[in-house]
């Protein structure tokens, strides 16, 4: 699936922890995306990137933090899990002008 | 950010033709219309994208009249396996872009 790779694929973690996600691309794309998707809902942005230390906030980007310190990883960081940020976490890639989007196969969350 | 709307669910049989429209009022003039596909557990998948009139690849058409206010996607002879979520979005060519997602289409393929 066009070089994107998420990790890990699953993790539980407990309440007040911090957790760390990767996104890691060899596409070697502009563009990285974080999104998160829960139960009967579509996507939504959480941080994006437009290249390397150049990032900004989605519409649900509370209680979430990103780095990109090179153009192939995207870290989404939460700085302390809440039950509430169980979810399924997707990063995804995209090129310059129009280009497509292509997405990794997420990553389970589970906060206890 | 321009918002898009499109219906929440859709039934179809298999062997039919479906058409998903999408609406988008506020499209901008570097905006180029996408749809994209996901089934559970996976990622969404893209399908097809047009700027303006229709394109056609070997999954879908795009139709998108002159005043770009909505498009459709058009699935011919639709089967089992292409019951999922659709998703329309508006992606920008400018320099600092969100991709944001509305709620989708649920397509269910009855047989």
């Known amino acids: 699936d066009a070089g994107i790779t998420q990790s890990p694929r699953h993790k539980v973690t407990e309440t007040g922890t911090p957790v760390t996600l990767r996104c890691h691309q060899t596409?070697?794309?502009?563009?990285m995306y974080w999104y998160r998707q829960d139960p009967g809902h579509g996507l939504r942005l959480i941080h994006y990137s437009y290249g390397v230390k150049d990032t900004d906030k989605g519409e649900v980007s509370d209680g979430y933090s990103v780095s990109r310190s090179k153009t192939e990883d995207f870290l989404l960081t939460l700085e302390s899990a809440t039950s509430s940020q169980t979810s399924v976490y997707f990063c995804a890639i995209s090129t310059e002008g129009e280009g497509e989007a292509f997405f990794g196969q997420g990553t389970r969350l589970t906060v206890v | 950010l321009a918002k898009t709307t499109q219906p929440i669910s859709m039934d179809s049989y298999e062997g039919q033709e479906v058409n998903i429209t999408c609406s988008h009022n506020?499209?901008?003039?570097?905006?180029?219309i996408t749809w994209y596909q996901q089934f559970p557990s996976q990622g969404p998948r893209f399908i097809i994208q047009?700027?303006?009139t229709k394109v056609t690849n070997e999954v879908a058409s795009l139709f998108i009249p002159a005043d770009r206010k909505s498009s459709t996607l058009s699935l011919p002879r639709v089967s089992l396996s292409d019951t999922a979520v659709y998703y329309c979005?508006?992606?920008?060519?400018?320099?600092?872009?969100?991709?944001?997602f509305g709620s989708g289409t649920q397509l269910t393929v009855l047989p």
């Open positions: 979005l508006l992606i920008s060519s400018g320099s600092a872009r969100q991709l944001t």
């Open positions: 596409e070697n794309h502009r563009y």
């Open positions: 506020n499209i901008a003039t570097n905006d180029y």
């Open positions: 047009g700027y303006k």
